[in-house]
């Protein structure tokens, strides 16, 4: 018999649980059982969410949640649940809507008061272990809320997130409002901080494939000058940080996340086909390397790497002026000072993140600073293996080994889908996340829609590919409620319609509608126009509807044409005919 008294987190599958299993918090892992004790005992539950990289959920971690005063109170009258959001991104997401439904805003860690049936009672995210200014302590709120809920338990309503679908956007307007959001002195789009938005630079450069439009050209030049430049970029080892604090994109939130560096390969590598900057290849090429040399471990890749080294943020990253004056020469120090921004002052906390003034070449002072770099103590790593993200990253491949020239990257792309199959597929359910020899045996949209979608990639170049192609698909559309898509069928949690919103990574949605469009122009089946969905919340959606729309080439011919001889919006396909088919006409093949 389970114990409740004590903290169970120490046997967790999930580096995020085990970071939690030494506070005084009696946490638990979500299970039917615990929520059955819920309601045995009559205890309302804490679920908090986060995940092993985040920041604020280390510093929750060592504050509120190891305070013996706050544990002592939640241990009395509440029974206590940990979740990994990228173990159960079902639970995160329908507690991600009750919160930005109560306040407009959310983040994490993600802390929601529940009934023991499951109703949110009241949500937040950071809180102090003590008041600090106007932000009352962690405790405080945990005794009005177990107030609240003594008095008004009976009356808590349910919460049903609604299947929304976005609303219908007419293509001409589609530019002109992603422009709206465009910074158009820092690149990106935002006021504020500022994210890689994936998803739109990836439709506008789509776009810019179709037409040459100034407004296009522009949002896109600008966004990825800033993102290769400046501090979301790791100039010295390649890859890119999570996000810039600022809208002038100086000062990274420094973890790394997997998903970042698979968007950020198949958006340069496409760039360099579109735009023909060749600053582009090499931008590609670093990430490469840090997905080789910081994520890949046995043939997978791991989830992500940790904003802080030691409790301190940025840590690994930082230079001091001094710092960079003794490691180098006076040559080598007068070069890197004319190629970078760095000053006695510091750009962060008295340091300085490295910023790129120009292009000039300065590899030999990179490389020797590095390995002063990986000298130093290193940010800690998650390497749980999630299985979508892994498929996103052998998307990744798949483009980049056309766009850059790279046919071994494509051959990587196979075998890496060919694991994540040896792995994680039993014949029927697709399983989620890998660590420590356990297999997390729940199955997810996003995970089938990423791999099927990197599979009908694959069988563009290889008919052998037809078979899976053809299984996952099926095991695809069992995700499908009548015309909705349910992000999972876990038995221990409520139905979770999937979302649509494409930020930071294409939404499960998004993937299953573009692997099936994509399947069924392989299967040389018709497919029907579909229609804009509203401008950057489905803007890797509105990628499927451009393809549906004919505003990619689709390309059939006996064997297979050159990567390079093709349009950056082409499908390949094979027959025995030798045809463009491309905005509603089909003609000969001039490739």
């Known amino acids: 018999m389970k114990k409740y008294n004590k903290n169970n987190l120490e046997k967790s599958s999930s580096p995020y649980l085990l970071q939690h299993h030494v506070n005084p918090v009696w946490w638990q892992e979500w299970s039917e059982n615990v929520i059955k ?16 990289t985040c920041h604020w959920c280390h510093v929750m971690a060592s ?47 993600l802390n929601v008061f529940l009934t023991p049936s499951l109703d949110p009672i009241f949500a937040l995210t950071y809180a102090p272990a003590s008041q600090t200014g106007a932000m009352n302590s962690f405790l405080a709120i945990v005794q009005q809320v177990y107030t609240y809920y003594q008095k008004h338990s009976v009356d808590t309503p349910s919460f049903i997130p609604a299947a929304e679908i976005p609303e219908v956007a007419e293509e001409d307007s589609l530019i002109k409002a992603l422009s709206g959001y465009f910074d158009r002195m820092n690149g990106g789009f935002g006021n504020s ?80 086909r579109v735009l023909g900057n060749t ?117 990744a491949y798949t483009q980049a080994g056309r766009f850059l020239g790279r046919p071994d990257l494509e051959v990587k792309a196979g075998a890496l889908v060919n694991r994540l199959t040896d792995r994680f597929w039993d014949g029927t359910t697709l399983a989620h996340s890998y660590y420590k020899d356990i297999l997390q045996q729940q199955g997810f949209l996003s995970d089938a829609a990423a791999l099927f979608t990197a599979i009908t990639m694959l069988r563009e170049s290889d008919p052998e590919w037809q078979h899976p192609m053809n299984i996952f698909e099926q095991y695809l559309l069992s995700f499908m409620d009548g015309e909705k898509w349910v992000e999972s069928h876990g038995e221990d949690f409520r139905t979770v319609y999937a979302s649509w919103f494409d930020h930071p990574v294409p939404s499960g949605v998004s993937l299953a509608e573009l692997g099936l469009v994509r399947s069924a122009l392989l299967n040389g089946k018709e497919i029907s126009a579909k229609k804009y969905r509203q401008p950057y919340q489905s803007d890797f959606y509105n990628i499927t509807v451009m393809i549906s729309n004919g505003l990619f080439h689709t390309v059939t011919s006996p064997g297979s044409i050159n990567w390079n001889n093709l349009p950056a919006n082409s499908i390949q396909l094979r027959g025995d005919i030798s045809q463009d088919c491309y905005m509603g006409s089909c003609g000969k093949l001039e490739y």
Request: hydrophobic share 35%; glycine share 6%; with cysteine.
């Open 193 to 272: 901080q500022k994210f890689p938005s994936h998803s739109t630079l990836l439709f506008l450069l789509y776009q810019l494939a179709v037409g040459n439009d100034p407004l296009t050209r522009d949002m896109c030049s600008k966004t990825l000058e800033a993102m290769r430049l400046r501090g979301l970029n790791d100039h010295l080892q390649g890859g890119i940080f999570r996000y810039c604090v600022d809208a002038k994109w100086t000062i990274p939130h420094f973890e790394k996340m997997l998903y970042d560096q698979a968007m950020a390969l198949w958006i340069y590598s496409l760039a360099y």
């Open 37 to 52: 004790y819920s309601s045995e005992t009559g205890k309302p539950l804490l679920v908090s969410v986060g995940y092993s």
């Open 279 to 395: 600053a582009y290849i090499e931008m590609a090429e670093n990430v490469l390397r840090c997905l080789e040399e910081s994520f890949e471990q046995d043939g997978f890749y791991i989830t992500a790497h940790d904003a802080d080294t030691g409790h301190v943020e940025g840590a690994t990253y930082i230079w001091s002026f001094n710092e960079l004056r003794e490691a180098l020469t006076d040559e080598e120090f007068s070069g890197f000072q004319n190629a970078y921004h760095f000053t006695a002052e510091g750009n962060f906390e008295g340091g300085n993140h490295l910023i790129r003034n120009n292009d000039e070449p300065v590899k030999e002072i990179e490389e020797k600073l590095l390995a002063l770099r990986k000298a130093r103590k290193q940010p800690s790593d998650d390497d749980k293996i999630l299985c979508g993200q892994n498929a996103l990253v052998a998307i």
């Open 63 to 109: 504050e509120a949640f190891s305070d013996e005063r706050t544990a002592n109170f939640l241990n009395d009258n509440f029974v206590c649940i940990k979740v990994d959001r990228e173990q159960r991104p079902d639970i995160d997401q329908y507690l991600m809507d009750f919160i930005q439904k109560q306040t407009g805003r959310g983040g994490w860690p």
